[in-house]
């Protein structure tokens, strides 16, 4: 039986939501001030809190942060008369689990109840399953997680590359974490006291970046009101780290192969070269080597920036690191949002199942997503956000069937008038049968997934 406590200070309220709680099994206790429940809830402690905004002497925000402290594993309806936005933001800072505005049904509240008991209790179970424990040191260090035989040899890899003054190329899916392993390796490099300068080259303005890499004299160009001094300058005795290379326009790599040679830049409009040095971290998803044979990209410089490579796997190719990243992830934004105490068995299987596209960056969103839904109960599927998202090859493969369907539509001798909404009747229902058949036939659920409201979701299931 859960002890459900009532705070409120109009007696037709404490009354329906006593006789509510109790047909529904749970034990319930009343008060109508703040002060009073918060002396009760020490004495006797409670499963559930009912608070009312607006009551006499402390009020209803205040008192949450006081149960929030006190009982931090207790969940706490917020009710109030006089829903704004304001007050739905800061209840959810202050961590309460739902609010209730008046005049509710009594349906509904006796849901939430049922929701935040039922999420208590998965959050014990799931407390007692999974005890937290603290990061090891090695792991607290580095960003990079992962047991996997494909991350062994990546971890490998960067123990041989850090020490030495090799430039190195990381190559692999968007999202695997290749900024990541620059930092590593910078980190345990001889120059790990120097500076690690960041360039990404596919931000850069492709007429300023030979300005941002090797600096300007003042009146070079018009605009150049002072001097600049350049990124490759501000990694002399560090490490620069190239992201996105593939980006890295014709006419500048020439003059970035010299400076990569010599260890020397010249300032746009400057005539004397300054001495630099400084090691060479370079990125890309592309392949490179094609950039090559196409010419979009030199042969010299290429081979000066893979000296050594290091490949990373897509997450598809690493699922039995996933549990550690999500873990990983979740300890990272526990204090941005609130502290979800597990992630559920169930949600670690569908995490498994889903094919990745965005990689370790989409996992890191999806846990984020979750964790903001679950609030303090541990993430259950529903939690995740829609399946749509991860569609096999980042949704190129859906590009192209609905161009092959339109284009075989238009090429009709009478092009169709309403061709989105044959082709919403043409994919919203199997959408819909997927999800609904995913979360059991919950309405409300399958409407959270989808990102509508469970009214358009009624209206489309007819």
Known sequence: MSHVLIIDDEESICWALRRLAREDGHEVS????????????????????????????????????????????????????????????????????????????????????????????????????????????????????????????????????????????????????????????????????????????????????????FGHVRGAFTGADFERKGLLEMAHGGTVFFDEAGDIPLPVQVKLLRALEQQE?????????????FRVVAATHRDLRREVCDGKF?????????????????????????PALAERFLRQIRPAVAPAVAI????????????????????????????????NGPILPEHLPSIVASLPGGGSDVDTAVREWALARLADEVPPENLYQQLLDLVEPPLLDAVLERTGQNRVA?????????????KKLG
């Open 30 to 213: 009343v008060a109508s001030s703040a002060e009073d429940a918060l002396e009760l809830a020490v004495g006797k402690g409670c499963d559930l809190v009912v608070l009312d905004i607006r009551l006499p002497g402390m009020d209803g925000l205040t008192a949450l942060s006081r149960f929030r402290q006190l009982l931090p594993d207790t969940p706490v309806v917020v009710i109030t008369a006089f829903g704004s936005l304001a007050t739905a933001v800061e209840a959810v800072r202050n961590g309460a689990f739902e609010y209730l505005t008046k005049p509710f049904d009594l349906e509904q509240a006796l849901a939430v109840i049922r929701r935040a008991l039922t999420q208590r209790a998965l959050a014990q179970r799931a407390l007692a399953d999974h005890p937290s424990r603290p990061l090891p040191q090695s792991e607290s260090n580095d960003e990079l997680v992962g047991t996997s035989p494909a991350m062994q040899e990546v971890f490998k890899r960067i123990a041989l590359a850090a020490p030495s003054r090799a430039s190195v190329l990381i190559t692999g899916e968007s999202g695997t974490g290749k900024e990541l392993v620059a930092q590593a390796i910078h980190r345990h490099s001889p120059r790990a006291d120097g500076p690690l300068v960041p360039v990404n080259l596919a931000a850069l303005s492709p007429t300023l970046v030979e300005s941002e890499l």
């Open 265 to 277: 830049t010249t300032p746009v409009g400057g005539v004397n070269a300054r001495p630099t040095e």
């Open 298 to 322: 030199r042969e010299d410089l290429y081979f000066r920036l893979a000296v050594f490579e290091i490949q990373l796997p897509s997450l598809r190719e690493r699922v039995d690191d996933i």
């Open 344 to 375: 559920s068995e169930a949600a670690l299987d569908e995490l498994r199942r889903r094919p990745w596209p965005g990689n370790a960056r989409e996992l890191r969103n999806a846990i984020e997503h979750a964790a903001l839904l679950a609030r």
């Open 446 to 458: 399958a409407a959270n997934v989808l990102g509508i409201h469970r009214a358009t979701l009624r």
